[in-house]
């Protein structure tokens, strides 16, 4: 793995409130692998849970027809100015993933959606939304895969990002259940971060981790077959 579009050197002007997600390494680490797919103007981009908007507000500035989707008043928010403060422009839904887009499809859709494993109920509000996804992390994951067919045009593509702690195995398998080739195309390792470490017990008891000091990042891409 280099180095290029994994360092958070300058780069677009980003506003991000409470309680909506920062970009961080997956991000960067999803938008090298968008990067590649020859995003133009001929291109209908949807980014599924886009949080701060920034994925989204690259995908526009690489000449796509981009269309934004989150659950949360704030990431819309987020997303709509971080579009101005860039001079791109997107089209903002609020809506639960691919809801929000009846009836479209698209030739690239992304996605960051929440996959931290965490006990107890998903949270409704507070900062935990952005990330926490259920006890195996996959509550949106599996959603996503079992969606993306709907929504992809016969040549279109599906990138997520999630850590290996939600099984990457596992989401192949049900991407190839949707009816999806998939493989993985990029990957990162980093160290556990502060939500992580502060659960690392309750992790260790649900046999989600080994060594408990690393987590894989893992891009999918998938396409019909």
């Known amino acids: 793995m280099t180095a290029e579009a994994l360092t958070a050197g300058p780069g677009p002007r980003c506003w991000v409130p409470p ?21 133009g103007p001929e291109t209908d981009v949807l980014d599924l849970g886009a949080g701060s908007g920034m994925l989204a507000v690259e995908a526009a500035r690489l000449g796509g027809r981009v269309t934004a989707v989150d659950i949360s008043w704030r990431a819309v928010a987020a997303t709509w100015l971080n579009a101005v403060l860039n001079g791109q422009t997107l089209r903002v839904r609020h809506g639960d993933l ?32 952005a990330w926490d996804a259920g006890t195996n992390g996959r509550l949106l994951i599996d959603r996503i895969c079992d969606t993306a067919p709907a929504v992809l045009r016969p040549t279109g593509t599906l990138l997520m990002v999630h850590s290996h702690l939600c099984g990457t195995g596992t989401t192949l398998t049900r991407l190839a259940e949707a009816g999806l080739r ?44």
Do not use: C, H, K
């Not at 990957?187 to 894989?216: C, N």
């Open 98 to 129: 691919a809801t929000a887009v009846p009836d479209r499809r698209f030739d690239l859709v992304i996605s960051n959606p929440p996959y931290v494993p965490a006990p107890g109920p998903l949270p409704t509000r507070g900062p935990a939304r």
């Open 182 to 225: 998939a493989e993985v195309v990029d990957r990162a390792r980093l160290p556990f971060g502060r939500v992580l470490r502060s659960r690392l017990a309750w992790l260790r008891e649900q046999g989600l981790t080994a060594d408990g000091t690393t987590e894989e990042l893992v891009v999918i891409r998938a396409q019909p077959i």
């Open 19 to 39: 309680g909506v997600y920062r970009p961080q390494t997956d991000t960067r680490l999803l938008g090298r692998a968008m990067r590649r797919e020859g995003v």
